[in-house]
């Protein structure tokens, strides 16, 4: 440090924590400033201990600023060390110690703030005593604790999704019924029609309008467009239908019918398939 501050060296490479106070004296030196290093991900090609840093803006001293703006680094962190032959309680103690007590530690040394509640404990480039791992084992939450906020929104997604679904099923289950007490009503008014008719000319139109409602109704079973619990309401009305309108016929003088309720159109049942 002396050899930099008379000019007898060019740089200095320090490994020291942030914030040190040798570290703010020396950068009030006139012409001396931090130098960044921006190749960290290759350097940790060699040595994978080591990790990118970022000295923060005025983290060395304040007057003058120093570094004036955010600068990039390399870092190696501080390891407790133990022998691998120690007792794992004790080890797990100490850690427990240690890393629980980081504010009570902080005032005795305010570099105690920058202990790690989390360390990646594989990148640390030495084996992590057993005591050590059981107290990060059993600080660490069970799953279900870990990602609850994500299961419980999960499962917030999945109900919903399962209730539009079940919206869905019950609006088509709607229609499809719809669909048939709408075909049984209009043979209904086609009845009240046959019962109307003064002439043969007015059955057969009737008759007409009535095999076009009983085509459209085979054809929605066909494509699955129609309830099958409203086919028994159906069958019965267009059986009435087909039996007033050869009943008609007859009182109009017409000896043979056209519609006969034993030979015509017969409405499928839901057991029929």
Do not use: C
Not at 191 to 198: G, K, S, T, W
């Amino acid at each position: 440090m002396e050899a930099l501050k008379a000019g007898r060296a060019d740089a200095m490479v320090r490994v020291i924590a942030l914030g040190n106070d040798t570290m703010h004296e020396l950068l009030k030196t006139p012409g001396l400033t931090l130098v960044p290093i921006d190749q960290a991900d290759a350097i940790r090609m060699f040595a994978p201990m080591l990790e990118r840093i970022v000295v923060p803006r005025g983290a060395m001293t304040g007057r003058p600023m120093m570094p004036h703006e955010d600068i990039e680094g390399i870092g190696v962190r501080a390891v407790l060390a133990a022998r691998s032959e120690l007792n794992p309680d004790l080890v797990r103690r100490l850690t427990a110690l240690v890393v629980d007590n980081k504010n009570r530690l902080r005032e005795l040394d305010k570099t105690a703030a920058l202990i790690a509640d989390d360390a990646p404990l594989q990148e640390l480039g030495v084996p992590v005593h057993p005591g050590a791992q059981q107290y990060f084992n059993a600080e660490k939450p069970s799953f279900l604790v870990e990602y609850s906020d994500s299961i419980g929104l999960g499962l917030s997604v999945f109900v919903l999704a399962l209730s539009g679904i079940w919206q869905v099923i019950r609006w088509i289950d709607a229609r499809r019924k719809n669909r048939g007490d709408a075909y049984t009503g209009r043979i209904s008014a086609l009845v009240e029609q046959l019962r109307a008719a003064a002439t043969l000319e007015q059955v057969e139109a009737v008759e007409a309008e009535m095999y076009e409602v009983f085509v459209k109704v085979v054809g929605d079973l066909d494509t699955d467009r129609l309830a099958t619990e409203t086919l028994p309401s159906f069958d019965f009305v267009w059986r009435s239908a087909i039996g007033l309108a050869a009943q008609r016929r007859a009182d109009l003088g017409q000896s043979r019918t056209r519609l006969d309720p034993g030979i015509g159109p017969r409405m499928p049942r839901a057991a029929d398939g």
